[in-house]
């Protein structure tokens, strides 16, 4: 995986974990705890990076709703290999 692709996942994880303002690398500016913190989260596991993979991949997808199957791409099968392979 190239640095920028890592790079990515990473921003996205910042955003969905830590909020928005963060990913940006600025100071958080959130009025509520973020969800790295309402669900004990301090360690990165393999399914927190999955998740982000997900989430970018469905970000750039033509599609405006979430489903499980996009054409011929599994999202489940997709998460499930990416766990498989960290």
Not at 19 to 42: F, K, V
């Amino acid at each position: 995986m190239s640095i920028s692709y890592t790079h990515c996942i990473y921003q996205i994880m910042r955003h969905i974990f830590t909020g928005p303002s963060t990913a940006l690398g600025e100071d958080s500016r959130a009025t509520r705890s973020c969800n790295a913190s309402l669900h004990d989260m301090t360690t990165v596991q393999p399914e927190h990076i999955a998740y982000a993979c997900v989430q970018a991949r469905f970000g750039i997808s033509s599609r405006n709703k979430w489903a499980e199957v996009d054409g011929k791409f599994s999202y489940q099968e997709f998460y499930q290999n990416i766990i498989n392979f960290l």
